[in-house]
């Protein structure tokens, strides 16, 4: 019964920056991994970012460098902090979830948000 919402999208010009918010409701188990996907048109969608719950980082070598993810737990939120941003970056990001619970793998996606990179 997790949902996920995501918000901080808009209209940035190329090198600028933008944060992307994942707000979780419902009680998400320890044993997970967070991420960002985005998916632009015409295209496949694709892992930007993840963060499991053991701290481990993976990133798409395009935003190597360039986006880091975090997770606030006491607001059960996940970010996306975007800086040098590129006109490639534009897509609809959507927020996941992935969480084990006694051998059982649950998968949540938020709607999604829109990151439009002008140059």
């Known amino acids: 019964q997790v949902q996920l919402v995501e918000s901080g999208g808009g209209l940035v010009q190329a090198g600028g920056s933008l944060r992307l918010s994942c707000a979780a409701s419902g009680n998400i188990f320890s044993d997970n991994v967070m991420g960002w996907y985005r998916q632009a048109p015409g295209r496949q969608r694709e892992l930007v970012a993840a963060?499991?719950?053991?701290?481990?980082?993976n990133y798409a070598d395009s935003v190597k460098g360039r986006f880091t993810i975090s997770r606030d737990n006491a607001k059960n939120t996940v970010y996306l902090q975007m800086n040098s941003l590129k006109p490639e970056d534009t897509a609809v990001y959507y927020c996941?979830?992935?969480?084990?619970?006694?051998?059982?793998?649950?998968?949540?996606w938020g709607k999604g948000t829109l990151v439009t990179v002008s140059s």
């Open positions: 996941n979830v992935v969480e084990m619970v006694a051998g059982y793998r649950s998968n949540y």
């Open positions: 963060l499991t719950s053991g701290g481990t980082t």
